[in-house]
């Protein structure tokens, strides 16, 4: 299984998805707001905004809701100026994690950050510490019951950089400057992906078992659960046997 889906693919196991959609909700209006508020409400000329209202209809958020949080977002936002930024740092084992925040109170998000990390036997680190361990990349899934030659052919001639069969799913990955161009030509070529986003990938993984596996898998719960947290990426791989025992 490849690392950077290790995450997700854990949280569908352990049922966090549904206990937590009001949560994934909040997060997905947060993004689309400052999506709209920053390029403007047309998904058409916002691949930013038209990336988060993707997230929405995958999470099934109602309609309103999105039209509302773009609303919002061209509306200026009055009131609430959410900034972006990015903490890093090394989970158990030596796991290097990225954090990416949408805050109106950077005071408030560094030390729950920070407390995340000491109370799971991980520490914060300084900005650029972990950041060259991912390589920032457009990420489109797609079902094992597609036909992975003509995805290959056609996802190759609309300028992605890869097509990987791995073992649930089949992965294109591409350039971020690449990745609306390339989801909008599979898509009309009638490919459609499961999930698509932009996101970050590790170049290498770390192998945790035992406590350090627990921990790990704590520590990810928690900035989850962070309103302010948006998106983790962590190098971490678990065997599917320690897996098991901690579901």
Not at 91 to 108: F, K, M, S
Request: aromatic share 6%; glycine share 10%.
């Amino acid at each position: 299984m490849s690392g950077h889906n290790k995450w997700s693919t854990i949280k569908h196991k352990k049922g966090a998805a549904d206990a937590k959609r009001g949560k994934v909700f909040t997060k997905i209006i947060k993004e689309i707001s400052v999506a709209a508020k920053l390029g403007g409400g047309d998904p058409g000329g916002n691949p930013r905004l038209r990336t988060a209202i993707d997230k929405a209809k995958a999470e099934n958020m109602p309609k309103e809701n999105v039209e509302r949080a773009i609303k919002k977002g061209t509306g200026g936002m009055e009131g609430v100026v959410y900034e972006e930024i990015v903490y890093e740092g090394y989970g158990p084992g030596g796991v290097a994690v990225l954090v990416e925040v949408l805050t109106d109170n950077r005071n408030r998000s560094v030390s729950d950050i920070r407390s995340i990390f000491t109370k799971c036997n991980g520490n914060m680190g300084e900005a650029g510490c972990v950041a060259w361990m991912f390589d920032k990349k457009g990420l489109l899934v797609f079902p094992k019951s597609v036909n992975f030659d003509k995805l290959f052919e056609a996802a190759i001639e609309a300028g992605a950089d890869d097509v990987v069969d791995e073992e649930e799913q089949i992965e294109v990955l591409t350039d971020p400057s690449a990745f609306p161009a390339v989801r909008d030509a599979l898509e009309a070529a009638g490919f459609k992906p499961e999930s698509s986003e932009v996101t970050s990938i590790p170049q290498t993984m770390v192998e945790l078992e035992g406590k350090n596996a627990e921990n790990m898998i704590k520590l990810m719960d928690r900035m989850e659960d962070n309103d302010d947290v948006q998106n983790v990426y962590a190098n971490f791989d678990i065997s599917a046997e320690d897996m098991e025992k901690m579901m």
